[in-house]
């Protein structure tokens, strides 16, 4: 029924320049969300406009729900082109368009037409007026309500015709590639996953990078890291994912520092290590999962003690989220079943007892000197040893 469709983005922040380089980008993400669709397609733009045209024979479910993760589309309409020829045609495929996606309906309508070509002979009122006439003559179910119409007929005269009706709304955001890189550290849990996610909506191509430490975890715990990935890639785009082995830095902070301090060391250096990847590739911050309180080494006085050893910004969009609300994202995104999966990211025996809630920073710095040159070593071959691949959609 539809071989094109009109792809409407958002222009708030997108004035002057700006505007130039969020649609290319746009086009440039919607080609990619569009390769692994059945079908050829041609992504063209034009004058404030993005269409998506059908080449040949495609799958409309496929290709509506891969444009449906694009940042950056607002809403895509099914849209029928047609030659401008005139009233009388305009008129007789107005008719069709109505009779072929609302067959036997009885629906609400109303018409809303633009004239953005003024030769036409008629105005936009007239053209509403005649055209909604002629609706009623030939539909006998429908009937006109201009406040809340069931179906909302756009019909806009340019160079050629659209005829469209139909909006089904896209993630809204801005899209990937247009606002800089950022290192997200991925975990395998709820969290991290939806923050990679609400940061790549901002524009951000995002990097990852995971802490494993075999064998004390599994190699199916790091296959869930790569399968979340994966899923939030069908939104962000390829993702470079480092898998850091912790193992050895785990086992000489437990070793040589006091148990409670444990989690907040831990993850000074997990934090040192994801910075040391995010300076190699530019990236202008780190992301991680964390919101205030959801455990000890979330409270704010953990946060500014893992916070005190970077150097980027560090980017938390879930910070102020209860964990109902982080669930609900989760779903939606469909990385929760993949999260809930019962493999630990991080080994029970690392985890202290009663950790500190309230680590003081001078005390956390004074048992880190502890650690002395050997976990510059242990640093310098973790990093050395990080493997590193490109994770794509499935
Ligand atoms: P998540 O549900 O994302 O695992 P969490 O509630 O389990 O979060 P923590 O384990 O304290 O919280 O981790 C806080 C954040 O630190 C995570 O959201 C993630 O960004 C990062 N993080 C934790 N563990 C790892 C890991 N093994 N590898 C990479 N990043 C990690
Ligand atoms: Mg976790």
């Known amino acids: 029924m539809f071989r094109l469709f009109l792809i409407k983005y958002g222009e708030i922040g997108i004035k002057g320049k700006n505007r130039h380089v969020f649609e290319e980008a746009l086009v440039r993400q919607i080609e990619h969300a569009l390769k692994p669709v059945e079908g050829e397609f041609a992504v063209s733009q034009e004058r404030g406009r993005i269409y998506v045209e059908a080449l040949g024979d495609y799958d409309y479910e496929e290709t509506v729900q891969a444009l449906s993760r694009v940042f950056g589309i607002v809403a895509i309409c099914p849209m029928w082109q047609v030659e401008e020829q005139g009233f009388e045609q305009l008129a007789s495929d107005v008719l069709s368009y109505m009779k072929e996606v609302y067959p036997d309906s009885r629906k ?13 002979p008629m105005d936009s009122q007239e053209i509403n007026a005649e055209l909604g006439g002629r609706i009623l003559e030939a539909c006998p179910g429908m009937h006109v309500d201009v406040h809340h119409p069931d179906i909302m007929l756009y019909v806009e005269i340019r160079s050629k015709v659209n005829i469209y009706s139909m909006s089904i709304p896209g993630p809204g955001g801005m899209p990937v590639g247009t606002a800089g890189r950022a290192m997200l550290l991925l975990s395998g849990g709820i969290d991290s996953p939806v923050a990679g996610h609400m940061i790549a909506k901002r524009g951000v191509t995002i990097e990852a990078t995971y802490f494993h430490a075999p064998p004390y975890t599994s190699e199916r715990a790091k296959q869930k890291v790569v399968d979340l990935a994966k899923i939030v890639a069908r939104y962000s785009g390829p993702i470079k994912l480092n898998i850091v082995n912790f193992t050895d830095i785990q086992l000489y902070i437990y070793d040589q520092c006091p148990h409670d301090e444990l989690t907040i060391i831990m993850r000074r250096y997990m934090m040192r290590i994801a910075e040391h990847f995010a300076k190699e590739d530019k990236c202008l911050g780190l992301v991680t999962g964390e919101s205030i309180g959801q455990v000890a080494s979330q409270t704010m006085h953990s946060l500014a003690a893992t916070n005190e050893v970077c150097t980027l910004p560090v980017y938390r969009p879930l ?37 500190v809630t309230k680590p003081n920073l001078n005390v956390i710095r004074r048992s880190e000197r502890h650690l002395e040159e050997k976990i510059d070593e242990l640093v310098k071959t973790a990093i050395e040893t990080t493997e590193t691949i490109l994770v794509e959609a499935e």
Do not use: G, M
């Open 108 to 120: 609400s309508f109303k018409v809303s037409s633009r004239r953005a070509n003024k030769a036409f």
């Open 319 to 355: 910070i102020a989220f209860d964990k109902n609300d982080i669930i609900a994202i989760s779903e939606k995104i469909d990385t929760y079943e993949t999260s809930i999966q019962p493999y630990e990211d991080c080994c029970t025996i690392f985890v202290a007892k009663h950790p």
